[in-house]
């Protein structure tokens, strides 16, 4: 039996729900560290340029890390909500100018067409926005073709089990995480596990 999606408790469309959630992800442990670890493997790719996408990008707290801590990049967001495009707009400020905003969502079908390709794609505690794990290979397959030749897919969400989540159709064990992404086609590399997150490096 096909279990049915976990409804979402909030509607991130609206700017009310946006701006609680900005406001708690805040407060959130380890959230530098993760960032960090992003910036680390973007920058190995030892590029002098980098065009990135990011997949349920929100209010910009990853993108505004990496534009400033990284110099030439580039970088195209998509989250199907514009108030959260609009408050990563006011949080990315003066470098703006370096970023393309796509309001689309990644459970359509078609969310990929005409984006281009990247050097990288990443996306933060976003997967689960599927509202069901079921869905996550279909999205990793689909990220695939996004990817230039020598390309890196940078995964981290929350898991489920100890010192984690415990809703087990909506949140992946971390084994489950890394072999959906194998299921996928891709080869994994555990980067960054901690605070119930787990950041995966796909090529």
Not at 78 to 94: C, N, T, V, W, Y
Not at 111 to 128: E, M, R, S
């Amino acid at each position: 039996m096909i279990q049915a999606d976990v409804p979402s408790p909030v509607d991130l469309r609206k700017m009310s729900d946006a701006k609680e959630w900005e406001s708690s992800a805040m407060q959130r442990p380890f959230r530098k560290e993760f960032f960090e670890a992003f910036t680390n493997e973007l920058q190995q790719l030892n590029k002098a340029s980098l065009h990135v996408l990011e997949l349920g990008s929100g209010p910009g707290f990853l993108a505004q890390h990496l534009l400033s801590n990284i110099d030439g990049l580039t970088m195209t967001l998509l989250d199907f909500s514009p108030a959260m495009h609009e408050l990563a707009q006011k949080r990315i400020g003066k470098n703006v100018e370096h970023i393309k905003f796509i309001e689309r969502s990644f459970k359509e079908t078609a969310w990929p067409d005409d984006l281009g390709k990247f050097d990288a794609v990443i996306t933060n505690q976003a997967v689960h926005e599927l509202r069901h794990k079921r869905y996550a290979t279909t999205l990793h397959e689909q990220v695939r073709p996004l990817l230039i030749d020598g390309g890196i897919y940078l995964v981290c969400d929350h898991y489920c089990g100890e010192d984690g989540m415990k809703n087990d159709q909506l949140y992946m064990t971390i084994v489950e995480s890394r072999e959906c992404l194998i299921e996928a086609g891709y080869q994994v590399t555990e980067i960054l596990v901690k605070g119930g997150r787990v950041l995966n490096r796909a090529t």
